[in-house]
């Protein structure tokens, strides 16, 4: 089974940035890679992905534009840029992975990923 492990979270102002890292034990190669978000007493929350077999990204609608992610075949890595962060951005971040895609709102649903990252947490002050 796959192994996520996301690190680069911390502490930040509202306004500034961060970039989160998910390093995998295996090829990504065929597969969806996802971050997804969980902010106290909530849900998941779908945040950014990249399509398995092109890499094409879709965003939630809480992030577009001004979350980047891209994804690196050959270091089998993806990242998260977070820029303009605001105070409503606190939460765990946690990378996932899939093999291969479904479609869209399929995709948008944390129950749909079986390989999951131990999180990093994000927290941006007011």
């Known amino acids: 089974q796959m192994q996520l492990v996301e690190s680069g979270g911390g502490l930040v102002q509202a306004g500034g940035s961060l970039r989160l890292s998910c390093a995998a034990s295996?090829?990504?190669?065929?597969?969806?890679m996802a971050w997804f978000r969980q902010a106290p007493g909530k849900g998941r929350e779908f945040v950014a992905r990249a399509r398995w077999h092109d890499g094409g990204l879709y965003y939630g609608d809480s992030v577009k534009g001004r979350f980047a992610m891209s994804r690196d075949t050959a270091k089998n890595t993806v990242t998260l840029q977070m820029n303009n962060l605001k105070y409503e951005d606190t939460a765990v971040y946690y990378c996932a992975a899939k093999f291969g895609g479904e479609g869209a709102f399929v995709m948008a649903q944390s129950e749909t990923y079986k390989n999951w990252g131990q999180g990093t947490q994000v927290t941006v002050s007011s």
């Open positions: 295996q090829r990504i190669t065929g597969y969806t």
